[in-house]
């Protein structure tokens, strides 16, 4: 199993920052490439840009610790678990990194790098910055 990170500062507070990463139903917001997802219970759904539906089991949903990870269901990919935590950097700032095991390892850098692209799109949310990135 093979593990990418990525990780980014945002000039917001965790609790601002937590409430979009821990919300199972925005994902369609920020992540590149999903175009919608439904929640039912501890199941997301997401669809992507060729409509594509991919079933996750969210696994963790936590906003003390801030903490949200999810799986993807097994098939095209062996294993997998995402995990987003938010961490209070002390100065109205927080620390977001976003973890991703998987098996393939060869398919850990394809998810990682939308994961890099995800939290720059949260940042550039979150901070009021410059135009949209098309969704693909």
Not at 6 to 16: A, K, L, V, W, Y
Not at 57 to 71: G, H, M, S
Not at 74 to 95: A, E, M, N, Q, W
Request: aromatic share 6%; hydrophobic share 40%; with cysteine.
């Amino acid at each position: 199993m093979a593990t990418v990170r990525r990780q980014i500062i945002i000039n917001r507070t965790p609790d601002d920052v937590y409430a979009v990463l821990g919300d199972p139903a925005t994902i369609a917001d920020w992540f590149p490439g999903v175009v919608s997802a439904t929640v039912d219970g501890n199941a997301r759904v997401i669809t992507t840009g060729s409509g594509l539906p991919m079933t996750e089991e969210i696994v963790t949903n936590d906003a003390i610790q801030r903490r949200f990870q999810y799986r993807l269901a097994p098939g095209f990919i062996r294993d997998h678990l995402g995990t987003i935590d938010v961490f209070d950097l002390g100065d109205g700032h927080s620390l977001v990194s976003y973890a991703t095991d998987c098996e393939p390892a060869a398919l850990a850098l394809m998810i990682g790098g939308a994961t890099g692209n995800a939290l720059k799109e949260v940042k550039r949310q979150l901070e009021g910055q410059g135009p949209r990135a098309e969704k693909t």
